[in-house]
């Protein structure tokens, strides 16, 4: 996807909520404090409470992307921050959610993989022991750390019914980890658990 948007010279990218996780081409919005090196292209805004001063100050792109932070929001704040976010979009252009899968995480639970899930573990056991039950594990998938906690779960038909309930855009499909436009980090960036969300912006 990103040598396909470079191509058709669709350069201008946003990354919602990125964490600190900083990668090359983006602009970012998040509410924590920017790093200097990045003062450029950083937007120290809450997506979910952008004025019209903000959308000015921020103009349009081709790419928004959330990529582990929809998961953060309150269900009810959803509807408002992808309005918003089709507000950044210029026409037709792309919308990237990607958060931890709820089928999956089913899955590893009812199968106890979680222990043996090397990509997971080494991060639960900041909050809970190595010889916690299973459930303990999928509470940590479920409500994640105290200080960046989960406040839903997703499956891509839930992605979905939010994405099409805000009537704002069209071609929502799934973007599987064999797609032709997937690659990590850009689109996938824990790529054993996520579940991907592509549409365009009506």
């Known amino acids: ?28 919005l998040d509410i924590l404090p920017e790093k200097k090196r990045h003062q450029k292209k950083y937007f120290r805004k809450d997506i979910i ?15 928004v992307r959330l990529q582990h932070s929809f998961e953060h929001f309150e269900f009810e704040d959803t509807g408002r921050v992808l309005i918003n976010c089709a507000k950044l979009l210029k ?17 590893k639970y009812l199968n106890n993989d979680y222990k043996k899930w090397n990509g997971f ?3 639960a056991h900041k909050r809970i022991a190595i010889n916690s039950p299973n ?12 200080w960046e906690s989960h406040k839903w779960c997703y499956d891509f038909e ?32 824990r790529p054993d658990e996520d579940v991907c969300l592509l549409a365009k912006k009506k």
């Open 1 to 28: 996807m990103k040598e396909i948007l470079t191509l058709e010279n669709k350069i201008r990218w946003l990354d919602v909520g990125n964490g600190g996780n900083f990668e090359r081409g983006f602009y970012y």
């Open 49 to 63: 409470h952008l004025t019209e001063k903000d959308f000015h100050e921020l103009g349009v792109f081709d790419l």
């Open 91 to 107: 026409k037709d252009g792309y919308l990237l959610i990607t958060a931890p899968d709820l089928r999956i995480h089913i899955k």
């Open 121 to 123: 573990k080494w991060w």
């Open 135 to 146: 459930s303990f594990y999928f509470s940590i998938f479920a409500h994640s750390m105290p």
């Open 158 to 189: 839930g992605l979905k019914y939010l994405v099409a309930r805000s009537k704002k855009y069209k071609k929502i499909q799934e973007l599987k980890k064999d797609n032709i436009l997937s690659s990590i980090p850009f689109t996938h960036n």
